[in-house]
Every structure is written in structure tokens, then in C-alpha cells.
């Protein structure tokens, strides 16, 4: 089955640029998308299809991809952007095709 | 506004069973293909089982086919997951989601939690 592999942490300070990554197999040709989820609440959809953000995602939320690596960027963080971010792919060529990275903890210092 | 809202969930033994429930509102139900998410305490996400928007195409990952059915009621715009022969690592938070065109899932109801222990 595919494997979508994502570090464990990321740390950044309050107004830099944050870049969580994703890797697999060839990545690149797949639709990637990128949850957020807060302690204590349900997953939310920040990124899809690569790079498109859901309607009141802030525009500081991108995400890019290609090879056997997808990234998502979150400029100027905020306190408030401290969450864990999964990655996601559906991998139409298998039967079991909905697959998440492990998962990345983004502390803001 | 879309509202996903899971129900059903507590505490069973090893070896029994649970149905969960996720009502939907605020969209067209039937056109939507739904999925069931689950999350172990501490750890990350774990796709469970998917339906299509007919009911007539469902499927399972590998640690559940065979005991968890997922069904759907149109005519009650719900969401069903009815869970056999329960283990200890079935134990997790179940989310209900709307899948998109490419698989993604939006949005996510709160969870219902499912706790397995004797």
C-alpha cells in the first residue's frame, strides 16, 4: 500500500515561514491535501488538490508539489497555527486508496 | 451550512458491538459519497470505510473488513456504521466526512469516541 511519510515536528517563531513536507513514491502525481487539527477538535481541510485553499482558509496556507515531495507552507505564523498537519493522498490504483502521512506537531516558539 | 454530527459511540467489551450514526444536514445528501475516520488517543488519522452516494459501492480497510458495515439511509440524510467482533485497537475517536472530487475529505463532524476494554 502507499506510504506517505512526514516528519514528527517542525518548530518555528511567530512571523516566519513554516514548510511541513509530505513524501512518496512519485508524490507528484497525486492530489495532495493537508488537514490542520487543534487539540481536542475534529480535522479541518486547509489545502487541497495540491495547492487550493477551502473558502476561509487564510491566503498565509499554500502548498506545492512534485517529485516524491508535496510541502505545506504557512507563511507569517501565528501562535494560533500551532496544530498537528496531515497530508492525504486517494490512491485510485488501489483498492484501499485513502491514505494519510503520520502526521507533523508545528510548534510556534 | 453543512453539519456532519456522529452519534453512538461508548464503552464495550472485547468481542461486542456498536452502531455509530453520523446525521447530515445542509447539503444534498444523496449526491454525496461519505466515509468513516477514526483516530487511536495520541495517535494519527486511519481511513475506515467508504460509501458511495448510491449505497451500492462501499469499501473497507484491511483492519476491519469483515467486521464493520457501513450502510446509509438517503431518506434520513444518516450516515451508518455498524461495528462487529470489537477489539481493543478499535478503541478511537470516529469521525464521519464528506469526500470530494479528488478524495479529500470536507468537512469532518465532531466524533464519537469508542472504547473498547473489559
Known amino acids: 500500500s502507499y506510504v506517505l511519510t512526514q516528519p514528527p515536528s517542525v518548530s518555528v517563531a511567530p512571523g516566519k515561514t513554516a514548510g511541513i513536507t509530505c513524501g512518496g513514491d512519485n508524490i507528484g502525481t497525486y492530489s495532495v491535501h493537508w488537514y490542520q487539527q487543534k487539540p481536542g477538535q475534529a480535522p479541518v481541510l486547509v489545502v487541497y488538490d495540491d495547492s487550493d485553499r477551502p473558502s476561509g482558509i487564510p491566503e498565509r496556507f499554500s502548498g506545492s508539489n512534485s517529485g516524491n515531495t508535496a510541502t505545506l507552507t504557512i507563511a507569517r505564523v501565528e501562535a494560533g497555527d500551532e496544530a498537528d498537519y496531515y497530508c492525504q493522498v486517494w490512491d485510485s490504483s488501489s483498492v484501499h486508496s485513502w491514505v494519510f502521512g503520520g502526521g507533523t506537531r508545528l510548534t510556534v516558539l | ?118
Not at chain 2, 461519505?34 to 480497510?61: C, D, F, N
Open chain 2, 1 to 118: 451550512q453543512v453539519h456532519l454530527v456522529e452519534s453512538g459511540g461508548g464503552l464495550v467489551k472485547p468481542g461486542g458491538s456498536l452502531r455509530l450514526s453520523c446525521a447530515a444536514s445542509g447539503f444534498t445528501f444523496s449526491d454525496s459519497y461519505m466515509t468513516w475516520i477514526r483516530q487511536a488517543p495520541g495517535k494519527g488519522l486511519e481511513w475506515v470505510s467508504y460509501i458511495s452516494s448510491s449505497g451500492h459501492t462501499t469499501s473497507y480497510a484491511d483492519s476491519v473488513k469483515g467486521r464493520f458495515t457501513i450502510s446509509r439511509d438517503n431518506s434520513k440524510n444518516s450516515l451508518y456504521l455498524q461495528m462487529n467482533s470489537l477489539r481493543v485497537e478499535d478503541t478511537a475517536m470516529y469521525y464521519c466526512s464528506i469526500e470530494g472530487n479528488t478524495g479529500q475529505f470536507d468537512p469532518w463532524g465532531q466524533g464519537t469516541l469508542v472504547t473498547v476494554s473489559s
